[in-house]
T-cell receptor, first 116, second 112 residues
Framework: EADIYQTPRYLVIGTGKKITLECSQT?????MYWYQQDPGMELHLIHY???????EKGDLSSESTVSRIRTEHFPLTLESARPSHTSQYLC???????????????FGPGTRLTVL | AQKITQTQPGMFVQEKEAVTLDCTYD???????LFWYKQPSSGEMIFLIY??????QNATEGRYSLNFQKARKSANLVISASQLGDSAMYFC?????????FGPGTSLSVIP
């Protein structure tokens, strides 16, 4: 069973607010990921990290930023939320990233963000 | 170009019957991994099964099995003895480099 946590689970916020979505895992995984997903649609990778002090942008351009100061923590920040940011944000982690079953990504429960 | 194709946007299956969810993929790598995830209406992504490109046997996990046909580049998920709790979105995914690419998903509805 995966031990990866996201808070908050649901967030409704007004336009222009700064928000931080929290993600933490207790599995000691080096690789962590953020995905954006609209209801019933595919997942889009927006950020990933190989390890501490390593962050990369994903395939989908995003106005959000991430940091990785500790192995277990990978928060995502939106400096100024807009209605177009309304979506579900899923955090994941994996042990490896270069082949084998260790590539399996384990997901948190997600944060459903609504920007009014 | 679409890396992962799931041609069935929606599927229905009778409870206790088996169902196959299709997935084809496109890669020029020799070494790759394939995954299936389940996403219920609550939104979490649940890992179901993994198949490595060099694995000679099809992967199985309980009621889930992966029908891996390497030459055809297909990795279909077979769910045996469907249960009402199997109603969900199902995503096929493939490791490409350090990233995992997800398909568009198939919505499965299990009918009592």
């Amino acid at each position: 069973e995966a031990d990866i946590y996201q808070t908050p689970r649901y967030l409704v916020i007004g336009t222009g607010k700064k928000i931080t979505l929290e993600c933490s895992q207790t599995m000691g995984h080096d690789k962590m990921y953020w995905y954006q997903q609209d209801p019933g649609m595919e997942l889009h990778l927006i950020h990933y990290s190989y390890g501490v002090n390593s962050t990369e942008k994903g395939d989908l351009s995003s106005e959000s930023t991430v940091s990785r100061i500790r192995t277990e923590h990978f928060p995502l920040t939106l400096e100024s939320a807009r209605p177009s940011h309304t979506s579900q944000y899923l955090c994941a982690s994996s042990l490896q990233g270069a082949g084998g079953p260790g590539d399996t990504q384990y997901f948190g429960p997600g944060t459903r963000l609504t920007v009014l | 170009a679409q890396k992962i194709t799931q041609t069935q946007p929606g599927m229905f299956v009778q409870e206790k019957e088996a169902v196959t969810l299709d997935c084809t993929y496109d890669t020029s790598d020799q070494s790759y991994g394939l995954f299936w995830y389940k996403q219920p209406s609550s939104g979490e992504m649940i890992f179901l099964i993994y198949q490595g490109s060099y694995d000679e046997q099809n992967a199985t996990e309980g009621r889930y099995s992966l029908n891996f046909q390497k030459a055809r580049k297909s990795a279909n998920l077979v769910i045996s003895a469907s249960q009402l709790g199997d109603s969900a979105m199902y995503f096929c995914a493939m490791r490409e480099g350090v990233k995992v690419i997800f398909g568009p998903g198939t919505s499965l509805s299990v009918i009592p």
